[in-house]
């Protein structure tokens, strides 16, 4: 890989710490092209594995922000968070649809699988 190359990817990597990952922000910060960005994503398996140590950084410090304003009381931060984590104890929301008389006219089912299900 050429010095410029190298250079413009370790640019790109810091600007991304900046935006928290977002991509769009990060690639004009690095005045990096998106498309160069996600070829760097596909060519480069040391710079995916990167970027993606960023991202989870990055939900690393949005869920101490949510924890946070859990701690401070937000009932709709502790909802939002039963919700997503607590799905296994029944803090789901589902919605019903009926028809005209009460019963639904079409409706479609998604079996969601568990983890266990996919590995």
């Known amino acids: 890989m050429d010095k410029s190359r190298h250079i413009k990817k370790e640019s790109m990597l810091k600007a ?10 990060a690639c004009k910060i690095a005045e990096v092209p998106r498309s160069t960005f996600y070829k ?11 970027v993606e140590d960023i991202a989870n950084v990055a939900l690393d410090f949005a869920e101490s922000q949510l924890y946070k ?43 969601i699988g568990s983890k266990k299900d996919k590995d």
């Open 16 to 25: 991304l710490e900046k935006s928290l990952g977002v991509v769009n922000s």
């Open 40 to 50: 760097w994503m596909k060519e480069d398996k040391e710079f995916a594995n990167e």
């Open 69 to 111: 304003q859990i701690a401070s009381n937000s009932t709709a931060a502790t909802i939002f968070y039963l919700k997503t984590k607590g799905k296994k104890r029944g803090y789901i929301e589902r919605q019903e649809i009926t028809g005209a008389d009460g019963m639904p006219t079409n409706f479609q089912i998604e079996i």
